[in-house]
């Protein structure tokens, strides 16, 4: 889950991270209403989910009112690599002496968390990284560990931050990573983490992607899945509980299993063809489920040709092949289904689809023919 960058800051604010005052809101009256509150200078600021939004013209200085007018005229309706911006955040101005970069993330190859910190703040780290390596001051942290002070006083000096800014930014590290870590964040990046003329250490720009699987830990986050931008596909998908993620091919998966899914989409790659989506319907294929899934894929236009993989383990092949059958009396299908079925009382699946089969509903053996059978009928 991706949250806006006044979210961020407001989660970060929970873990005792100083973040200047602002407001969220969704309208030019609203913003200058905001700014009276705050008192002027103000940042006005797109919040959308995306980065460089000050490149694109969705971060303003405004030093009166009638500046704070016309930027959140400019900014709301504003398209940021795609994203129409309706959110404004208006927060207090600070004064910037230099821009820093932190953040920490898994890294998977290590297996272990990965934290990096750089002087060079307020471009893009990806930049820094290839212009500048030298200038990413990188730590490993060992989730049993934990970040110790004493580590992460020897990651600041690493980094080469002035004298002024060492003792604020190692606070604001170690609480960063107890709101990544107890937050059950995927990735939490300051940019820029600020010194300000008065000589204060300060969080300027939250970037934050929560992990959706702890929302049971986290009843509060449910305010932050609301706030997700989805696209009509997922947005539909999301509401029958499939795991559905949206791909730009012409070939709809319909998988039970994660790993079963991710395979169907690479071997539809393998043969030639592109995936529109990754469906999984988990464990329980039954006619609601299927129902809905081919509901999904039915409604993307993109869709040519569905293939419906199954390997039947606790799924019972027989409940999947009724479910097929049950689900295609229900909703109307424009493009024509392959299936595979295999696993547990895969015969008796096989045997019940038997009178339904025809140019739209067609059955292989295996995964590879069935995949080649989709593509050819997407073309
Ligand atoms: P991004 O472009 O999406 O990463 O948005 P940021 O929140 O990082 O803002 C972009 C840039 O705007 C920052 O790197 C700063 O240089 C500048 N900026 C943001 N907030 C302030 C502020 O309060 N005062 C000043 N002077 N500049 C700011
Ligand atoms: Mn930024």
Redesign the pocket.
């Known amino acids: 889950m991706d949250l806006f960058?006044h979210q961020g800051k407001e989660f970060f604010a929970q873990y005792g991270m100083p973040v200047?005052a602002g407001e969220a809101v969704f309208s030019v009256d609203e913003a200058v209403a905001a700014a009276g509150r705050l008192g002027t200078p103000v940042?006005v600021?797109a919040q959308v989910h995306a980065?460089?939004?000050?490149?694109a013209g969705g971060?303003k200085?405004a030093a009166d009112i009638d500046a704070v007018r016309e930027h959140a005229g400019n900014i709301l309706g504003l398209d940021i690599k795609g994203h129409i911006v309706k959110r404004l955040w208006i927060e207090e101005?600070?004064?910037?002496a230099e821009?820093y970069y932190a953040s920490f993330t898994l890294d998977r190859s290590a297996k272990t968390h990965l934290g990096m910190l750089s002087k060079e703040g307020?471009i893009e780290i990806e930049t820094v990284a290839v212009e500048n390596p030298d200038a990413i001051a990188k730590i490993w942290v060992d989730p049993v560990d934990g970040l110790t002070e004493a580590a992460c006083r020897q990651w600041v000096l690493e980094a080469e931050l002035p004298e002024a800014a060492i003792e604020g930014t190692i606070d604001i590290l170690l609480k960063l990573y107890i709101a990544y870590t107890e937050g059950d964040a995927d990735m939490v990046e300051i940019?820029?983490l600020i010194l300000t003329s008065a000589g204060k250490v300060h969080v300027?720009?939250a970037k934050v992607t929560l992990d959706a699987n702890s929302e049971y830990r986290h009843p509060d986050y449910q305010q932050y899945d609301e706030t997700q931008v989805r696209d009509e596909r997922e947005a539909a998908a999301h509401a029958h509980g499939l795991q559905y993620v949206g791909l730009d091919g012409t070939v709809g998966v319909i998988a039970n299993g994660a790993g079963l899914a991710m395979s169907t989409v690479d071997v539809v790659n393998q043969v030639g063809g592109r995936a529109a989506n990754f469906l999984d319907i988990g464990g329980g294929a039954n006619a609601d489920l299927m129902s809905a899934a081919l509901q999904v894929i039915n409604n993307d236009p993109s869709v040519k040709s569905i293939f419906i993989n199954i390997f039947g383990g606790i799924t019972r092949g027989d409940v999947v092949a009724e479910g097929i059958i049950e689900s295609m009396k229900r909703v109307k299908i424009d493009s024509p289904i392959v299936i595979r079925l295999d696993g547990t009382n895969a015969e008796d699946g096989r045997r019940l689809l038997e009178p339904e089969l025809g140019d739209d509903l067609v059955l292989e053996d295996t995964m590879l023919s069935a995949a080649r059978r989709a593509v050819e009928l997407a073309k």
């Open positions: 960058e200047s940042m600021k980065g460089g939004r000050g490149k971060v200085f101005a600070s004064d910037i821009e307020g940019n820029p300027l720009d």
